[in-house]
């Protein structure tokens, strides 16, 4: 398994721009697809975004255009840009690894972070 830190989260007011880090321990973090999920108090886990081995990107509909992923193979580390936060964002976000094969199921991920947390205010 790899290991992930997530770091980046805070409090923003809503409109702001947040962006969070993910870093991995594997000597073949290009080998993996990664992903960010959230998960709201009362609510169940939800996938945000995920990018794939060869920088190919997918996302939750309500994060379009607001969000972005993308990751840093000599740094091992995964990032999610977030601007125009909006209240609804607010979670604790996190990061997964899966090894090779594209995936935004997040029972196909077998490596987690611990969460970092994303607070919008109004």
């Known amino acids: 398994q790899v290991q992930l830190v997530e770091s980046g989260g805070g409090l923003v007011q809503a409109g702001g721009s947040l962006r969070l880090s993910c870093a991995a321990s594997?000597?073949?973090?290009?080998?993996?697809?990664m992903g960010w999920f959230r998960q709201a108090p009362g609510k169940e886990r939800e996938f945000v975004a995920t990018i794939s081995r060869t920088g190919s990107t997918y996302y939750r509909d309500s994060v379009k255009d607001r969000f972005t992923i993308s990751r840093d193979n000599a740094k091992n580390t995964v990032y999610l840009q977030m601007n125009s936060l909006k209240p609804e964002d607010t979670a604790l976000y996190y990061c997964?690894?899966?090894?090779?094969?594209?995936?935004?199921?997040?029972?196909?991920?077998?490596?987690w972070g611990q969460g970092t947390q994303v607070t919008v205010s109004s």
């Open positions: 594997t000597r073949t973090f290009s080998s993996y697809t």
């Open positions: 997964a690894a899966r090894w090779w094969v594209l995936t935004m199921d997040a029972q196909d991920f077998g490596s």
